[in-house]
């Protein structure tokens, strides 16, 4: 059993900064970890994956060259910088976690995740 841990999100005016951190009580490796968000009456979707080993990334068109994902393998914890937010990046953001060696394949489907933080919070307003 992974645990997972969320802090960071808030409040911001369009075209501001937000950061949040993840950290994992286990290694991801072989897996990876993931950001997905959730706005009021839509469904959880894909915002930005890193593969723990390597550190590869990806990211939903949405949020590609404004939002950046990294990770501390020695810490465990996992990134998200948000930079130039829209009013609508307002959601509810969560870290997942998969252990699954080939995740790689199938990174954007938030049930393919076994681990959840326990999601935060990020309001942009305009």
């Known amino acids: 059993q992974v645990h997972v841990g969320q802090s960071g999100g808030g409040l911001v005016q369009a075209g501001g900064s937000l950061s949040l951190s993840c950290v994992a009580s286990e290694t991801p490796s072989p897996g990876a970890m993931a950001w997905f968000r959730q706005a009021p009456g839509k469904e959880r979707e894909f915002v930005a994956f890193?593969?723990?080993?390597?550190?590869?990334?990806r990211y939903a068109d949405s949020v590609k060259g404004r939002f950046t994902i990294s990770r501390d393998i020695d810490k465990n914890t996992g990134y998200l910088q948000m930079n130039s937010l829209k009013p609508e990046d307002t959601a509810a953001y969560y870290c997942a976690v998969s252990r699954y060696s080939n995740i790689w394949l199938i990174h954007r489907d938030p049930l393919k995740y076994d681990y959840w933080g326990q999601g935060a919070q990020v309001t942009v307003s305009s």
């Open positions: 890193i593969l723990w080993s390597g550190g590869s990334t």
